[in-house]
């Protein structure tokens, strides 16, 4: 069973705590005038919950100290974590420490991921793995904390995973437990584009929210970030430099680590997908 005095911090005890801090930093003030006590609460619920916990211990596996693989639990988790202390710790030395912290596991997380880019549980998952890698990022920037992990042109073949394993109409190439339709956080899809300076990364994600697709601004079915990224993506700009649509451009990408292939005609006609390897895998 789960032990209250040494609690655990999952990904929605995470998630929760960073919309609560980010909520707190937007209208703590009015919630002091009129609810003291509550805010009181929540400040102290968000200590005991998940701020001294994180500080204190170091054998949560998703912290990536002990022999179990880091995955999409380290990136989600440590992004969220930055919000709640980057908006919600006054104290200066926590603060410092929490963010050294998350740095380290965000670190192995990105070191952990394969050379060529892939994200090897899939489109569905890159949404909180190198898609939370790059809020991190932006989080830091915001707060004019030091960037100390993931090489940029890494993190820039992270960033085109999506692209290369588009089919069309807001579909995906799907393996294991993702979906052909996933749910992304466009916006920060299309910001992440513009960091990398990916014009066919961005034109997709124009072009799959003008199809209708389930790849939004709006952070839609899902609750990864949620906070956090519902407020970025009110300052999104939606634009993108004109280029040759998506269904035209040939393409070629082949992942030697799971050995994933994707192929586009120059048509646009065919597209041709095929995944080697057996089970065993994340999420197979």
């Known amino acids: 069973g789960v032990d209250p005095n040494r609690p655990e911090i999952d990904l929605f005890a995470a998630e929760t705590a960073a919309m609560l801090a980010l909520a707190m930093y937007i209208l703590g003030e009015e919630l002091e005038k009129r609810a003291p006590l509550a805010a009181n609460r929540v400040r102290q619920e968000m200590d005991t919950r998940v701020k001294t916990p994180y500080l204190q211990r170091t054998d949560m596996w998703w912290l990536g100290n002990g022999p179990r693989p880091v995955n999409n639990w380290s990136s989600w988790i440590s992004a969220n974590m930055l919000s709640v202390f980057l908006y919600g710790e006054p104290d200066a030395h926590k603060r410092h420490n929490a963010v050294q912290k998350a740095c380290a596991t965000l670190q192995k997380f990105c070191d952990?991921?394969?050379?060529?880019?892939?994200?090897?549980?899939?489109?569905?998952?890159?949404n909180v793995s190198a898609a939370a890698v790059f809020n991190a990022m932006?989080?830091?920037a915001m707060m004019e904390e030091p960037l100390n992990f993931c090489d940029a042109e890494k993190l820039c073949r992270m960033e085109r995973y999506p692209f290369s394993m588009y089919i069309g109409c807001g579909c995906f190439v799907n393996f294991g437990d993702s979906v052909k339709r996933p749910v992304l956080d466009g916006a920060t899809c299309l910001r992440f584009a513009r960091w990398a300076e990916d014009d066919a990364s961005a034109l997709m994600a124009l072009q799959t929210k003008a199809n209708g697709s389930e790849y939004t601004y709006a952070v839609k079915g899902t609750s990864e970030l949620l906070f956090f990224?519902?407020?970025?993506?009110?300052?999104t700009c939606d634009q993108?430099?004109?280029?040759?649509?998506?269904k035209e451009r040939a393409s070629f990408f082949y992942?030697?680590?799971?050995?994933?292939l994707s192929a586009r005609s120059h048509s646009g006609e065919m597209f041709f997908s095929a995944k080697g390897?057996?089970?065993?895998?994340?999420?197979?």
Not at 255 to 260: A, E, R, V
């Open 255 to 260: 992942y030697t680590n799971s050995g994933l």
């Open 138 to 140: 932006e989080l830091l």
């Open 112 to 126: 952990a991921q394969p050379n060529d880019g892939e994200c090897p549980e899939g489109v569905a998952y890159w």
């Open 277 to 284: 390897g057996a089970c065993g895998g994340a999420h197979d």
């Open 240 to 246: 993108a430099r004109v280029g040759t649509p998506i």
């Open 229 to 235: 990224r519902a407020v970025t993506a009110l300052f």
